[in-house]
Every structure is written in structure tokens, then in C-alpha cells.
């Protein structure tokens, strides 16, 4: 069996509101749902915007994991529009995740911060080689929301 290879395709700087809603605690964890409200991307293979109205369905689980399920629009340099959604886990020392928390920067060196992105395109468009790959993602924590490093899996 062969290793996995990966190319790097974009990096996606997410704008994301305030939660929208806090469920509260439930059978799972602390649900909160948050709006993605914009964003950029860029890189060698897909660059454009994000466009607002996509949103975060955010569990902070009982275990001390944050699993991410999120979807949103983006728009591609040449006009083209993309839908991807992606699901992720974040986690890391206690002290680590509250400076997040709290809305610091931290070094992502010290959490582990995964998303698997998958993406849908018109199939007769210039992207549609993203409807037919799977795609990882590495990911850090700002402030003003989340930046990611998105790789094609070859």
C-alpha cells in the first residue's frame, strides 16, 4: 500500500460571528451554533471569497474535544460558486483551549486542529476536479476566527 501524498491547494481565513445560539449542555456536550459571516482563500490551485450565511454547529464535548460541522458558500476568483462543508476536531491542554476560549491567540503548535473539507461544484465547471478528490485540513485559531491550510489527497 502506497503513503498518502498530499498538494497543497489554498489557504481559507474564516470570519466568524459571535454563537448565534447556545443550545446549552446536552446528551453530547455544550452545543453553541455560530455564523460564518465571510472569509478569503488562496493559494496555488483555488482563490476567491467566502461568502456570508454559512454557519458552525459547534460541540465542546464532555471529553474536552470541540467538534466542528460546518457549512458555507464560497466564491471562486472567476465567479464560480462552491459549497463545502467540512467536520474537524480541536483539542488540547486545559490551559491551552481556555486562552482560546477567551478569545487569545495561541501557537497551534500546541493543539491538534484536523477538518476533513469536502466540496461541490458545478460538474461542467473549471473546479469540478474538487467534486471528485478528498481533501485535509490544518487548522489554528485567531481572534477573528479560524485560518486553514487545505491539502488535496492524491
Not at 466568524?16 to 447556545?22: F, G, Q
Request: aromatic letters at 10%; proline letters at 5%; charged letters at 20%.
Amino acid at each position: 500500500m502506497s503513503e498518502i501524498k498530499t498538494e497543497f491547494v489554498m489557504e481559507m481565513r474564516l470570519a466568524v460571528a459571535m454563537p448565534l445560539a447556545a443550545v446549552g449542555n446536552t446528551q453530547y456536550g455544550d452545543r453553541r451554533i455560530a455564523r460564518v459571516t465571510g472569509g478569503t482563500f488562496e493559494g496555488p490551485k483555488l482563490s476567491g471569497t467566502v461568502l456570508d450565511g454559512g454557519g458552525d454547529w459547534i460541540l465542546n464535548r464532555t471529553d474536552g474535544v470541540t467538534q466542528l460541522d460546518v457549512r458555507l458558500t464560497m466564491k471562486a476568483s472567476d465567479g464560480a460558486l462552491i459549497y463545502m462543508t467540512y467536520k474537524g476536531l480541536r483539542h488540547g491542554p486545559a490551559d491551552v483551549m481556555a486562552k482560546l476560549a477567551a478569545g487569545e491567540s495561541v501557537d497551534p503548535s500546541l493543539l491538534y486542529f484536523r477538518t476533513t473539507p469536502f466540496f461541490e461544484t458545478a460538474s461542467d465547471g473549471p473546479h469540478a476536479w474538487m467534486n471528485r478528490s478528498c481533501f485535509v485540513a490544518t487548522g489554528r485559531r485567531e481572534p477573528t476566527g479560524p485560518i486553514y491550510r487545505v491539502f488535496e489527497v492524491l
